[in-house]
């Protein structure tokens, strides 16, 4: 069974950094396109980055390039999202999604995390 | 950037009757056109992908139909479970996107 376990959300001041992780179990790790995908009542559903299968081709969001930075561990089946220069819009729940191929990064998302809650306000 | 728009914004139903939701995009995506539900707290589930195929342990209540620009999540008879937020998502082309969603709500 796939399983996606997100972790590292909390309360951070503006300006301020974060990492995210999600653990991975139930399927060969290294052959899936990995994505993160955030969550807002106001806006609902926006994704933010996606990362090939060998980690080799990263794509963001453009709200986020340039202050995120999406990557993997496949030796311990671990995807990871660093977050700098937080702003109170990038208040959300951010979910890890796993896609269906290993290098097509354009794609639906058919497993997902459970959501780790991000709030930045001072 | 592709826009995807979603309608209605809510759908007042009772179970049994059938939910006809609608998402537009604003240039054509091909079938490349996604479907999730998402209940409130939960996390978001894929129910379609590629306009009409349905994903694993879903219903055949669920099917989806079009292509271009205009989609179509039909759900033929509303279960209890089923009241829950509706997304459609591109992934045609960068960025993939969303709508903003359609809540099917109990009359």
């Known amino acids: 069974e796939v399983q996606l376990l997100d972790s590292g959300g909390g309360l951070i001041q503006p300006g301020g950094s974060l990492r995210l992780s999600c653990a991975a179990s139930?399927?060969?790790?290294?052959?899936?396109?990995m994505n993160w995908v955030r969550h807002t009542p106001g806006k609902g559903l926006e994704w933010i980055s996606s990362?090939?299968?060998?980690?080799?081709?990263?794509y963001y969001a453009d709200s986020v390039k340039g202050r995120f930075t999406i990557s993997r561990d496949n030796s311990r089946s671990t995807l990871s999202l660093g977050m700098n220069s937080l702003r109170a819009e990038d208040t959300a729940v951010y979910f890890c999604a796993k896609g269906p191929f290993s290098d097509h990064l354009l794609s639906w998302f058919d497993h997902w995390g459970q959501g780790t809650l991000v709030t930045v306000s001072s | 950037e592709v826009v995807l728009t979603q309608s209605p914004g809510t759908l007042s139903l009772s179970p049994g009757e059938r939910a006809t939701l609608s998402c537009r995009a604003s240039q054509s995506v091909s079938i490349s056109v996604s479907w999730y539900q998402q209940k409130p707290g939960q996390v978001p589930r894929l129910l379609i992908y590629d306009t009409s195929n349905r994903a694993t342990d879903i219903p055949a209540r669920f099917s989806g139909s079009g292509s271009g620009t205009d989609f179509t999540l039909t759900i033929s008879s509303l279960e209890p479970d089923d009241f829950a937020v509706y997304y459609c998502q591109q992934h045609l082309s960068r960025p993939v996107t969303f709508g903003g969603g359609t809540k099917v709500e109990i009359k």
């Open positions: 990362i090939s299968g060998n980690g080799l081709i990263t």
């Open positions: 139930g399927f060969t790790f290294s052959n899936y396109v």
